[in-house]
């Protein structure tokens, strides 16, 4: 069974930056293009970025040029770098995994990360 673990989030002040991790478990991770997903208060579940086995990516406009996403397929890790953040980006951060870039997630999700980004 596939698993997902977010780490990496806090409390940062607007501008700063913070690198998000997920470690994933289960022997589809190598073939899956994985995404980060978040929740923002009172908001639905959105989507952030994604990128491919072969690194091909995909953002959201509000975060395209500000985010990175990437993965290491060795140890089954997806980060996302995040800098010049806002409040706005003020969230619980989730990863997923996706069959394409433009697939929505499947399977589990994890307990996610929480973002807090202060004015």
């Known amino acids: 069974q596939a698993r997902l673990v977010e780490s990496g989030g806090g409390l940062v002040q607007t501008g700063g930056s913070l690198r998000l991790s997920c470690a994933a478990s289960?022997?589809?991770?190598?073939?899956?293009?994985m995404g980060w997903y978040r929740q923002g208060p009172g908001q639905q579940r959105e989507f952030v970025a994604a990128?491919?086995?072969?690194?091909?990516?995909k953002y959201a406009n509000s975060v395209a040029g500000r985010f990175t996403i990437s993965r290491d397929n060795v140890n089954q890790k997806v980060y996302l770098q995040m800098n010049s953040l806002k409040p706005e980006d003020t969230a619980v951060y989730y990863c997923?995994?996706?069959?394409?870039?433009?697939?929505?997630?499947?399977?589990?999700w994890g307990q996610g990360t929480q973002v807090t980004v202060s004015s």
């Open positions: 990128i491919t086995s072969d690194g091909s990516t």
């Open positions: 289960g022997s589809i991770f190598s073939i899956s293009a």
């Open positions: 997923a995994h996706q069959r394409r870039l433009v697939d929505p997630p499947f399977g589990a």
